[in-house]
């Protein structure tokens, strides 16, 4: 089963949240950002290089907030999402066509994949920070 590591990026009061472009799965869904963790690398390590590759940031990744299923059989993922603290950079698309920075709590409006969604929901329930 390939694990991805997804960041809960945190800006002050916000985190960063990315819809998928139009390309491939999920596409025109929103999820929190991160990516495949390759063989030999750290889930820590690969969320850095992840947000590092696709959206420009740096970030200081944390604790483990959380995990989360999407698909099954054979394309089964499982995510492993990290606290992240916004370092530096300016967010920029690559892989994704928007970004926004928002409140935890206004995150269930946005239309997520089926992994975010399991872990939002879950996240939430167990009393999800608005601030760091």
Not at 25 to 47: D, N, Q, R, S, Y
Request: charged share 25%.
């Amino acid at each position: 089963m390939m694990q991805v590591a997804a960041g809960i990026v945190r800006r002050g009061a916000q985190v960063l949240v990315a819809r998928r472009g139009a390309e491939g799965a999920h596409a025109g869904l929103w999820e929190f950002p991160g990516g495949k963790i390759e063989p030999g690398e750290t889930p820590e390590g690969c969320l850095q290089r992840e947000l590092r590759e696709e959206l420009g940031i740096e970030v200081r990744v944390g604790q483990l907030a959380g995990k989360a299923r999407d698909g099954s059989g054979e394309s089964e993922i499982e995510l492993l999402f990290y606290e992240a603290d916004f370092v530096s950079g300016a967010p920029r698309l690559t892989d994704h066509d928007v970004v926004a920075w928002v409140a935890p709590g206004e995150i269930p409006a946005f239309n997520l994949t089926p992994g975010d969604r399991e872990f939002v929901e879950s996240w939430l329930r167990a009393g999800a920070k608005e601030s760091p």
